[in-house]
């Protein structure tokens, strides 16, 4: 199998930034956003997807929202583009997480159709923090570059952080699961 590996580099007005994404990695990362929120968030994503991510960011800008939007559409482009044409894929993962008293769902497939159905009401827990918008602006955005069918909903809880942590860790899971290469069974025989 040839190696899924990806790097995107992408230069706009309001930040440099640059993403080096294995998807057949063991959950380590180097991420350097210059948002420790979203650092944060990025490190959970590839330790419970078991991705290698490495993030990079010069932002000319201080709004975490434009900053979270710019990685996720380099996260989304470097998926896609690690995937390759996308054979023998399982496209479809799903994953219950859950983070204290707080319980994500997210279920995703590798379609090749962008939608997200995102429903996630949490508050910001703290001004270091971002809130459900800037979030969804996230998920929405890989969710258009990697050509995701992408529903993620918060169960219940909605304290700020641990509720993006489940968040998080729930949609890197499903999409580890749908990114997977699928093995056939054949009555009884090993394929």
Same mark, same amino acid.
């Given at each position: 199998?040839?190696?899924?590996?990806?790097?995107?580099?992408?230069?706009?007005?309001?930040?440099?930034?640059?993403?080096?994404?294995?998807?057949?990695?063991?959950?380590?990362? /180097?991420?350097?956003?210059?948002?420790?929120?979203?650092?944060?968030?990025?490190?959970?994503?590839?330790?419970?997807?078991?991705?290698?991510?490495? @993030?990079?960011?010069?932002?000319?800008?201080?709004?975490? $929202?434009?900053?979270?939007? &710019?990685?996720?559409?380099?996260?989304?482009?470097?998926?896609?583009? %690690?995937?390759? &044409?996308?054979?023998?894929? *399982? $496209? /479809?993962?799903?994953?219950?997480?859950?983070?204290?008293?707080?319980? /994500?769902?997210? +279920?995703?497939? +590798?379609?090749?159709?962008?939608?997200?159905?995102?429903? +996630? *009401?949490? %508050?910001?827990?703290?001004?270091?923090?971002? &809130?459900?918008?800037?979030?969804? *602006?996230?998920?929405?955005?890989?969710?258009? =570059?990697?050509?995701?069918?992408?529903?993620?909903?918060?169960?219940?809880?909605?304290?700020?952080?641990?509720?993006?942590?489940? @968040?998080?860790?729930?949609? /890197?899971?499903?999409?580890? &699961?749908?990114? $997977?290469? *699928?093995?056939?069974?054949?009555?009884? =025989?090993?394929?």
């Amino acid at each position: 199998m040839d190696e899924r590996k990806a790097c995107i580099i992408r230069t706009t007005e309001r930040a440099e930034v640059k993403v080096v994404l294995n998807i057949d990695g063991k959950g380590d990362s /180097a991420v350097e956003t210059g948002f420790p929120f979203l650092d944060h968030m990025l490190t959970l994503f590839a330790r419970h997807g078991a991705f290698d991510l490495e @993030v990079q960011c010069k932002a000319n800008e201080a709004d975490p $929202r434009f900053l979270m939007e &710019d990685v996720a559409v380099c996260l989304g482009l470097a998926l896609d583009k %690690a995937l390759g &044409d996308k054979k023998g894929l *399982r $496209r /479809a993962g799903h994953s219950y997480t859950p983070v204290d008293e707080h319980l /994500a769902r997210a +279920v995703v497939e +590798v379609s090749g159709r962008p939608c997200l159905v995102y429903r +996630v *009401r949490a %508050a910001a827990s703290s001004p270091a923090s971002a &809130d459900s918008g800037a979030v969804e *602006r996230f998920w929405r955005a890989l969710a258009t =570059q990697a050509r995701l069918n992408l529903h993620i909903e918060l169960l219940y809880g909605d304290a700020g952080l641990p509720a993006f942590e489940a @968040v998080f860790k729930a949609a /890197a899971r499903a999409l580890s &699961d749908a990114c $997977r290469i *699928r093995v056939r069974e054949f009555r009884g =025989q090993a394929p």
